[in-house]
């Protein structure tokens, strides 16, 4: 049994196409705590997050847009994740994947304070590893994962508390990596396994790999789940769809195994844009994942007679 403290962050300024600040009520009409509840889970729902107003920070790249909304973001989100790592598994209700800088932060912080590993599990397309100052979309949605194994770049951004060593993180399911990003990726020992490597390898090995190596270290380890993860075939709510995403049952091995490892210790779900979705199906399979994470087997269910 896990108590469950679902944070709304209904951030909308990393990217450019509004919406997915509706994703934390997509959510929660789509059965969040009911579904965490059936599996016999306590639920503390804390509402959504509101940041302090932005303090008109500035910084080199004029691309850049909302910087002083996404700090604001990035401290409050920061502070309720580390203080919620008190209290149970926080679960971060998107907003678009710039919230994943004040989550990883928060965790992060905590784990230092705990004394054990931060690892990071990155269920995305994309690799998010722009700086403040590489990005030419000035998208910060795509920064997170630079800041939280502490580039250089981020200025004006509050320093990261406890930058992640790049070998304890793995993204996972990586097809749309710019030139700019994967040269920087190069110079990291972070795991990268893009769709070519899950297409040779499969999902499970490489998984087990990683989450074998957070086991041994007594990590804490925190999953960010990016709706584009997934094939826009299935999940069409969200504003960057990559062909080629994981299909249902990968998806759903995935969270299985996540379970079974029992070392999830925090989870961001993303870029939900409920405006682009399909009488509610994305967020509907966004929640079914999170059950499989937290213990549903969706293939082990009774077969219905016909
Ligand atoms: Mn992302």
Redesign the pocket.
Known sequence: MTHCILIGAPVDEGQRRPGCLMGPAAYRVAGLASTLIDLGHTVEDRGDLSPAPGRGQACANPAVHHLPEIIAWTEALRASGCSAMEEGMPIFLGGD?ALALGSLAGVAAHARAAGRPQFVLWL???S?FHTVETTTSGNL??TPLAYASGRAGFDPFPAFPAPIPGRNICMFGIRSVDSAESAALRETEIIVNDMRVLDERGIVAPLREFLDRVQAENGMLHVSL?V?FLDPSIAPAVGTTVPGGTTFREAHLVCELLHESGLMTSLDL??LNPFLDERGRTAKLMVDLVGSLMGRKVFDRPTHSY
Do not use: N, P, T
């Open positions: 994947h995305d397309a994309h998010d949605h795509g990016d584009d993303v870029e």
